[in-house]
């Protein structure tokens, strides 16, 4: 897809519980890896549980992010825990915000704060993530396409502004649920306002065994269960991102591998948790 450009807007989308945050964290902690400033602005999530699902990410005692979130982390695994805590990289580059509520003018102010931040640790911001679209506070009383249109131009303009790439995370339209192929189009995101004209790249994202799990047969002693198994078991760890708009590259299908209780992202071979663009 190329690189996290200036100025450039990239839209990633998918319905609920597709792996959005999964992907844009490893994304954002590849870019700080690389010795970039990255912003990560939430509105769905505060801090602290962005910060747990970076933890089980990276933890090698693999231990789901609901665990630590919920303090039920298991008495041998907290050995494991406490030092992967402790690695002073482990955010490093990284300035989160999990502020929810805010109106666009408000995410403008956060991101030059954000920006400066960064730029005080003599770093240039490369990208701020923001998540997500539909998070952000109607200031009008209009319908919610027109606004959601001005806030995607906006954000466009953000990214010029703050001399940055932001990186957008948005709901696909419901009715892709209704499709026998759940593979992401550009006409998904048409309830998101201006997405297919603003953008400079469009990422869907899909899970099949997200999908498969609601077709499982309540028989679980049935020839139809043990078939229904051996295909999830096949799936379980897939993951593919749809690129259908890239302004300065090619269009297509990536398949990455994912574990999403431990909030990882990787590629299928060699696996190194960190999502790839080439």
């Known amino acids: 897809v190329g690189v996290f450009g200036r100025g450039k807007l990239i839209v990633i ?17 590849g870019l700080a890896r690389q010795g970039g400033g990255v912003g990560f602005l939430s509105m769905d999530m505060d801090v602290s549980q962005i910060q747990s699902r970076i933890v089980s990410m990276a933890c090698e005692a693999n231990i789901p992010y609901e665990d630590i979130e919920q303090r039920r982390v298991p008495i041998d695994k907290i050995r494991a825990l406490k ?18 509520g805010k109106t666009i003018d408000e ?52 990214a010029q502004k703050l001399d940055t790439c932001i990186v957008l995370f948005s709901q696909l339209n419901r ?75 090619r269009c297509g299908k990536i398949e990455l591998g994912c574990e999403i209780e431990f909030n990882r992202i990787y590629e299928p071979n060699p696996r190194d948790n960190v999502v790839r663009f080439a």
């Open 107 to 158: 995410v403008y102010i956060t991101g030059k704060r954000i920006k400066a931040e960064i730029e005080a640790q003599g770093m240039h911001m490369d990208a701020l993530f923001i998540d997500h679209l539909g998070c952000i506070e109607a200031i009008k009383s209009s319908s919610i396409y027109d606004e959601t249109t001005r806030n995607v131009k906006r954000l466009k303009a953000m």
């Open 83 to 100: 030092a992967t805590i402790e690695k002073k990289d482990l955010f490093s580059g990284i300035i989160f915000n999990g502020e929810r």
């Open 175 to 249: 009715k892709l649920e209704e499709r026998t192929d759940k593979t992401p189009m550009l006409s998904d995101f048409r309830d998101s306002g201006a997405v297919e004209q603003e953008a400079d790249v469009v990422i869907g994202i899909n899970r099949p065994a997200y999908w498969h799990m609601k077709e499982e047969p309540e028989d679980k002693d049935s020839s139809h269960h043990a078939i229904w198994e051996d295909d999830y078991k096949k799936i379980k760890n897939q993951l593919f991102l749809t690129i259908s708009k890239n302004r300065q590259g």
């Open 13 to 29: 989308g998918g319905r609920p519980s597709m792996g959005k945050s999964a992907v844009g964290l490893s994304l954002a902690l």
